[in-house]
Each structure stands twice: as structure tokens, then as C-alpha cells.
């Protein structure tokens, strides 16, 4: 399921085959977070920048349009017409992102739908039974998501009930996957490790999770408000208690550096929004840093995004277009900067499996962020 082609030092380029097929890691999860990415790309056109794997979001699903209507449609990979694996979240995130609309207990959480205020009761077994009534190729566990910072003794009583949480999941999906109507009965599950910024936490839960054997295991509740030295110190301290035979996935991180340094300290999965959200405001990555296309620098440029760049924005506009676009709030502008960023993300992390590949990812990574940040 899991096999290492290639390691240097902790960085490890892998396969990872599923039932709805192989992926390449490190990797980088394209964001559908309700079956759609944002910013008028299809599913065709992450096929055509090379996307490996999307994340959908199971709270959102639920909420619009329904999990047991996407079920009937086949499923989110069949609803969205996505061929490639795709991974759900499980709803936690939103325990923590909808602080002022829900309520924890033992059995689950309360939310308030964001949409209509109507009551929501999510728990783990529930979470699951959305997962499956998607379809997806990859489960995430209900968990709880505490503020990074929070005081130490509720972090580790958080964590001690996403570890509870945790086995009624896999309990939950074992019987799932056994039934006869369940979409997909090769789901797989992960499990997901908490404790904010503390590193003892952090380790301990490692372990604790590590034994009930899961196909694989996500790192949370980083990229909420703590430093980025706090995140790669939270990275050294806890990856290395993590099973190294299995896929390691740091949720919702993050930009090109935060990818760079994170795939040092052994991580294979990523997904976050910024290429998709940054791209809505004209904001493109390039291997020379981020630029703002609304600037009035490129209002005559005829250069595309980033010379070399193979993806529909670069092959076919130029800046000066694409910032003309922007101003005048044509969607296609959003679109073609959506795309590149996608392209730039999907093909960053094909350059580093090469390069760990070679054996030069150290040099690589070095030249990459001092190119990136204008650092040395």
C-alpha cells in the first residue's frame, strides 16, 4: 500500500496505492472543499495540470448538499467527475474554525450550521458515516482541533478524547466497509495526532495512535496561529514517532517554504487553501516568490506569470492581460491564476521527489527558498 521508492535523510519520496489508484508522495492535496475547487477550475483542468489526489470537506458536504444525495449520485468522486483518489476531512476542523456555533461533549459536538443555524450533532461515528456515504478514498478520523496555544491541561484532555474518538472511527469504518451498500469497502482511515505546541503531548500521542496499526496518520492543529519555528519544532520533535512506513499528512500547510521544510522533517501529504484562495486575489507563486498581478508594474508586461511555466495561464497570457482581467473582475482572470498556482504547487512537488530522488534535496531545497524569500 505504502512503499518508500527513495529517502535522503528524512526526506522520502513514496507510493501510496489506493483502490482508486497510485499516488506519488511528497504530494499535494488540491483543495474541492464542497466537491468544487474554487475559482472555476473543473475537474478536467486538474486532470490537465497533473493533480494527483483533492480533498473534500465532510461538515460542508453534509450541510450543501447533503451526503446521503451525493451517495445516491454515485458518490463525490462520481458527483464532481473526479477519476483520482480523493481524501475527506472529517468535520473537526470546524470544532475548532466554528468556535461560537457549537458545543463538545463525550458523544460528539454540537454545531450551529453556518448556513442556516439549523442544529448539526457530529460525532465520530456520524463523521464516518458521511466519509462513507461520500465515497471517498481516504477517511480522516473525528477529532478535536484546540487552539495551538491553549492552556495545557484542556489541550491534553483534547487530545485524550480524540484518542477515544479515534477508536470508535476505526470501529465505525470496519463496520461500514463489511456492509453491502457502502460505496466503497476499501476506505481507508487516518488517524490524526493532536497537542498543540506541546511537544511531550505531541510525542506521547504519536505512540498511543501509532498502535492501532492505520494505513496512515495527519498532524494537526498546526498553521492556527503558532510560528512557523514552532510548527518545524512541533515536526522534529513528533514525525519521528510516527510509523515511517506509513504516510505521514500535515493538515492545511501551507506555503512553498512551509512544503520545503516540512518534507525535510519526513512529510508526505499536504492540502491547503492558499493557491486557490490567494489566486481569487491575484496574488501568483513563481520560484522567485509571490507576486501581485493587480500591481501597476504589470499593467504593460508582456511576459507570462513565470517564464517556462507549462500551464494554460503562462502558455497563452501575458501579466498585462491577466492584471486587465483582475481589474475589470472578470472571472477568467481568477480562473487563470487559480490554475497556475495549482500547476506551481503540483509540479514543486514533482521537483522535489526528483530531487530526493537524486539525493540532492538538501542543495534543493536551500536554492529553492533563498530563490523564493530573496534570502541567503
Known amino acids: 500500500m505504502y512503499k518508500i521508492i527513495s529517502k535522503d535523510g528524512r526526506a522520502k519520496h513514496a507510493e501510496f496505492s489506493t483502490v482508486h489508484g497510485t499516488v506519488q508522495t511528497p504530494v499535494f492535496m ?10 472555476a477550475v473543473s475537474s478536467v483542468d486538474l486532470k490537465e495540470i497533473d493533480t494527483q489526489i483533492a480533498l473534500a470537506n465532510t461538515y460542508h458536504l453534509h450541510v450543501r448538499p447533503g ?11 462520481r458527483f464532481m467527475n473526479w477519476k483520482g483518489p ?18 463538545i461533549k463525550e458523544e460528539g459536538v454540537t454545531f450551529n450550521s453556518h448556513i442556516d443555524g439549523r442544529k448539526i450533532f457530529m460525532g465520530p461515528e456520524e463523521s464516518i ?11 480522516m478520523a473525528f477529532d478535536e482541533c484546540p487552539p495551538a496555544k491553549a ?3 484542556y489541550i491534553q484532555d483534547s487530545v485524550d478524547r480524540t484518542t477515544r474518538w479515534l477508536v470508535r472511527s476505526k470501529n465505525e469504518i470496519e463496520r461500514l466497509n463489511s ?5 466503497n469497502k476499501d476506505q481507508l482511515l487516518f488517524g490524526i495526532n493532536q497537542g498543540g505546541v506541546y511537544a511531550d503531548i505531541r510525542i506521547e500521542h504519536a505512540g498511543t495512535i501509532s498502535e492501532l496499526d492505520l494505513p496512515g496518520y495527519a498532524i494537526g492543529g498546526l498553521a492556527v496561529g503558532e510560528s512557523h519555528e514552532e510548527m518545524y519544532h512541533i515536526l522534529d520533535e513528533t514525525v519521528p514517532f510516527l510509523p515511517v512506513e506509513k504516510p505521514t499528512y500535515l493538515m492545511g500547510v501551507g506555503t512553498p517554504v512551509n512544503i520545503l521544510e516540512a518534507v525535510d522533517r ?11 484562495r490567494n489566486g481569487r486575489h491575484g496574488h501568483v507563486y513563481t520560484k522567485q516568490g509571490k507576486l501581485n498581478l493587480k500591481n501597476a508594474v504589470f499593467e504593460r508586461d508582456e511576459s507570462p506569470i513565470e517564464e517556462g511555466c507549462g500551464c494554460q495561464a503562462c502558455r497563452n ?6 492584471r486587465h482581467l483582475l481589474q475589470i473582475k472578470e472571472m477568467l482572470g481568477m480562473r487563470l491564476c487559480v490554475l497556475h498556482n495549482l500547476y506551481f504547487y503540483n509540479h514543486l512537488m514533482e521537483d522535489i521527489r526528483n530531487a530526493i530522488d537524486a539525493g540532492e534535496y538538501a542543495q534543493f531545497k536551500k536554492k529553492a527558498i533563498e530563490e523564493m524569500t530573496g534570502q541567503e
Open 179 to 183: 456492509l453491502e451498500d457502502t460505496l
Open 317 to 322: 497570457y501575458s501579466r498585462s492581460y491577466i
Open 266 to 276: 519526513g512529510v508526505d501529504f499536504f492540502d491547503c487553501v492558499y493557491p486557490s
Open 129 to 139: 458515516q458521511i466519509q462513507s456515504n461520500l465515497g471517498s478514498t481516504i477517511a
Open 86 to 103: 480523493v481524501l475527506t476531512d472529517s468535520g473537526g476542523f470546524q470544532v475548532f474554525s466554528l468556535a461560537g456555533l457549537r458545543k
Open 30 to 39: 488540491n483543495v474541492a472543499t464542497a466537491a468544487a475547487i474554487k475559482g
Open 151 to 153: 492552556e495545557k491541561k
Open 67 to 77: 451526503d446521503s444525495l451525493v451517495k445516491n449520485m454515485g458518490g463525490v468522486r
